[in-house]
């Protein structure tokens, strides 16, 4: 039953098909879901159940899935939630721009059960993973894995979950060249399917904050971590 879990999931869409279908399909794994139908009242509801995950609607009237996502982003106690798109939409701008304001994953609709119960499993396996080795440091850089922080010369620096578990990933063996497929294994799990341009949007924000000559790319192997 869906009060054995310890994990809540919120459900944002603005079709009540969607919600059922979802809703029923959770439940039935053990998941405690909690649902909304718009964006203004998921935020509301986030902040009241403080859910673990959040599976958002992008195309929503009124507040789309991706202000949404910016605004519950923009506070605090949900830097690092876990956050899912679902879309309708598969072009590549669509999937940046919820890269961009801190979305973890995309389920595509027609959204099929095992499909969202595998996602929404995996999504959740690597939150719950413990970590042996919480803090790395690498040159002026400290990552602290369990508080989600990186210091950069005392100053710390806010990177949403999948940007942090990518820089954390590289730093854990500097010098060491992370072909793609190892990133994308490790990093998006074999459960989930993303775009060739995924990587690249996350290593370019990283360099953004982290500087340029941080991350080297090795052309047509992967990256490396060179601080």
């Excluded at 944002?12 to 909304?36: C, M, R, S, T, W």
């Excluded at 389920?107 to 080795?133: F, G, M, Y």
């Excluded at 590289?170 to 399917?193: C, N, Q």
């Excluded at 500087?211 to 090795?218: N, R, S």
Aim: glycine share 6%; aromatic share 8%; charged share 35%.
């Amino acid at each position: 039953m869906a009060g054995k879990s310890k994990f809540t999931i919120l459900v944002v869409d603005d079709e009540p098909d969607i919600l059922e279908f979802v809703d029923y399909n959770l439940q039935k794994e053990g998941y405690q879901v909690v649902l909304a139908e718009n964006g203004q009242e998921a935020i509301e509801k986030a902040k009241l159940e403080s859910p673990d995950l959040i599976l958002l609607d992008i195309m929503m009237p009124e507040m789309d899935g991706i202000e949404t996502c910016r605004e519950l982003r923009a506070l605090p106690e949900f830097k690092n939630t876990l956050i899912a798109f679902l879309t309708a939409r598969n072009e590549d701008f669509t999937q940046i721009a919820g890269f961009d304001v801190g979305a973890d994953d995309y389920i595509t609709k027609p959204i099929k059960p095992r499909l969202l119960v595998s996602r929404v499993n995996a999504l959740l396996r690597r939150q719950l993973k413990e970590e042996t080795d919480s803090v790395i440091r690498v040159g002026n850089l400290q990552i602290d894995r369990e508080r989600f922080i990186v210091r950069m010369e005392n100053n710390e620096i806010f990177l949403p979950r999948k940007e942090f578990e990518l820089l954390y990933l590289l730093a854990s063996k500097p010098g060491k060249v992370f072909k793609r497929e190892e990133i994308l294994s490790k990093i998006w799990g074999k459960d989930v399917i993303v775009g060739d341009r995924t990587i690249d949007v996350h290593i370019r924000k990283l360099r953004e904050k982290l500087g340029d000559d941080a991350i080297k790319t090795i052309k047509g192997i992967g990256y490396k971590l060179d601080y």
